[in-house]
Antibody, heavy 112, light 112 residues
Framework: EVQLVESGGGLVQPGRSLKLSCAAS????????MAWVRQAPTKGLEWVAS????????YYRDSVKGRFTISRDNAKSTLYLQMDSLRSEDTATYYC?????WGQGVMVTVSS | DVVLTQTPVAQPVTLGDQASISCRSS???????????LEWYLQKPGQSPQLLIY???NRFSGVPDRFIGSGSGSDFTLKISRVEPEDLGVYYC?????????FGAGTKLELK
């Protein structure tokens, strides 16, 4: 059974950092392109960042470029999202996804 | 960025009815490799999104055949024949042809 389990969310002050993790199981993680998608409260889905299966290429939406870093550890079947210089508009539920499967999401709240 | 325009915003239905959702793209979604990476997701209340359709018309594993995706170029449609209670929620189209990948704003399928 495919499982994606996110962790690392919480309440953080503007300007601070947070690192999300996504532990994958039930499939060959190193074969798949992975991504983070977020959803602000009562809003739609927003593609945040993605990474190729080897980790050699990464992509970011403009609003997070230079602040967020996506990475992966294929030996640990884990995806990461390092979020720096957080803003209130980054408040959202963050999903780890391989598109055909999604995690349950982790809430990030940026507020003073 | 590619803009996906979904209509209608909300689709009131009676159980057993057919529903139809349109997704129009601001540019062609035909990739240079010849594939069209247009997908449909359903997000049920309180749940993570789930993949229904990939590459315009291919049903994901376990998706009932009452879900039918069609279209080409920049104009796509998701039809749901004989709506059942478990079909209610918000439907999103999504394109993975052009970077950055983007979602439509969503269409809420709800009971009349």
């Amino acid at each position: 059974e495919v499982q994606l389990v996110e962790s690392g969310g919480g309440l953080v002050q503007p300007g601070r950092s947070l690192k999300l993790s996504c532990a994958a199981s039930g499939f060959t993680f190193s074969n798949y392109y992975m991504a983070w998608v977020r959803q602000a409260p009562t809003k739609g889905l927003e593609w945040v960042a993605s990474i190729t299966n080897s980790g050699g290429s990464t992509y970011y939406r403009d609003s997070v470029k230079g602040r967020f870093t996506i990475s992966r550890d294929n030996a640990k079947s884990t995806l990461y999202l390092q979020m720096d210089s957080l803003r209130s508009e980054d408040t959202a539920t963050y999903y780890c996804t391989v598109r055909s499967y999604w995690g349950q999401g982790v809430m990030v709240t940026v507020s003073s | 960025d590619v803009v996906l325009t979904q209509t209608p915003v909300a689709q009131p239905v009676t159980l057993g009815d057919q529903a139809s959702i349109s997704c129009r793209s601001s540019q062609s979604l035909v990739h240079s490799n010849g594939n069209t990476y247009l997908e449909w997701y359903l997000q049920k209340p309180g749940q993570s999104p789930q993949l229904l359709i990939y590459k315009v018309s291919n049903r994901f594993s376990g998706v009932p055949d009452r879900f039918i995706g069609s279209g080409s170029g920049s104009d796509f449609t998701l039809k749901i024949s004989r709506v059942e209670p478990e079909d209610l929620g918000v439907y999103y189209c999504f394109q993975a042809t052009h970077d950055p990948y983007t979602f439509g704003a969503g269409t809420k399928l709800e009971l009349k």
